[in-house]
């Protein structure tokens, strides 16, 4: 596994007139060529740590595998000096990705690329159905979540720089939790935590984000059977728009003790 962080000395500065020199940690962001079969797919730019994670969650996102014996191996690439290619081999009978997805440009940290054009296209590909899951929470439960996730957050308490996803149960208990410089990363990172470790469909969870609620990140909860996604920030509405459809319940600005409920009311004991 690579480096996580880097220090980097930095000219610290305050409107008063002081000034001083000081080391500074970075998270580390570095780019992972995915390869299935030794053909290339994509390029993600990532923070390096639980790579298998990642792209088995990727992969099962755009619908390639569904579970982990649709794996056959996983291995970095030996012609490169550094473990950053990753090649996957997938099981016999598992149809290798479309040609459609191969993506010849680098996917930023900033944002993911969703394979999907549609709502509509995305309804036809569920691998789980999440609108029946008997999931009930309460506002005091999630208003802990943020605290719980940040409290995990180790990488980000040296940098401050990487975005976070955890999986709940349903007494508030962390299950995984993951750190990217990329939103999409860290929660790929967990659905490929639980997809290789044969927890697919995730009843019964919450998926807690650290910042916005976006249409992709949305659509890889649904893909994982999640029915609950909630997050910090504000969701987009495409992702409201996906939740309602799918049956999830959306849950955004959750700080302190407030939050906003877009979708799926009914899970909450009020």
């Known amino acids: 596994m690579g480096r996580i962080t880097v220090?980097?000395?930095?000219?610290?500065?305050?409107?008063?007139?002081?000034?001083?020199?000081?080391?500074?940690?970075?998270a580390v962001e570095e780019p992972l060529e995915i390869r299935v079969a030794g053909k290339p797919l994509t390029?993600?730019?990532?923070?390096?740590?639980?790579?298998?994670?990642?792209?088995?969650?990727?992969?099962?996102?755009?619908?390639?595998?569904?579970?982990?014996?649709?794996?056959?191996?996983?291995?970095y690439c030996a012609d490169t000096e550094e473990q950053n290619t990753l090649d996957v081999v997938l099981a016999p009978g598992v149809a290798p990705p479309d040609d459609s997805m191969t993506r010849a440009f680098t996917t930023t940290s900033a944002c993911g690329v969703c394979g999907k054009s549609s709502i509509e296209a995305l309804r036809a590909d569920r691998p789980y159905?999440?609108?029946?899951?008997?999931?009930?929470?309460?506002?005091?439960?999630l208003a802990e979540l943020p605290g719980r996730l940040r409290e995990a957050q180790r990488v980000f308490d040296r940098t401050?720089?990487?975005?976070?996803?955890?999986?709940?149960?349903?007494?508030?208990?962390?299950?995984?939790?993951?750190?990217?410089?990329?939103?999409?990363?860290?929660?790929?990172k967990v659905i490929g935590w639980a997809l290789r470790q044969g927890r697919l469909p995730l009843t019964g969870t919450v998926l807690m984000v650290s910042?916005?609620?976006?249409?992709?990140?949305?659509q890889k909860a649904m893909t994982a059977g999640v029915p609950v996604l909630a997050a910090v920030s504000a969701p987009s509405s495409l992702a409201v728009e996906l939740a309602e459809d799918?049956?999830?319940?959306?849950?955004?600005?959750?700080?302190?003790?407030?939050?906003n409920v877009y979708t799926g009311a009914?899970?909450?004991d009020l």
């Not at 029946?132 to 005091?140: H, K, N, S, V």
């Not at 349903?170 to 790929?188: I, M, Q, S, T």
């Open 7 to 26: 220090r980097r000395p930095v000219l610290r500065l305050s409107t008063s007139g002081t000034r001083g020199r000081r080391p500074d940690t970075l």
């Open 43 to 75: 390029i993600t730019m990532r923070t390096p740590g639980h790579d298998f994670d990642l792209v088995a969650g990727f992969l099962a996102a755009e619908g390639v595998i569904s579970g982990a014996d649709d794996l056959a191996t996983m291995r």
């Open 129 to 141: 159905e999440v609108a029946g899951d008997p999931l009930r929470i309460t506002p005091g439960l």
């Open 160 to 188: 401050g720089g990487l975005h976070a996803a955890g999986l709940f149960d349903a007494g508030g208990g962390l299950l995984a939790l993951r750190e990217d410089v990329g939103r999409h990363n860290a929660v790929d």
């Open 211 to 218: 910042g916005r609620a976006s249409f992709e990140l949305t």
């Open 246 to 259: 799918a049956g999830m319940t959306l849950v955004g600005f959750l700080r302190g003790e407030t939050m």
């Open 266 to 268: 009914e899970r909450f």
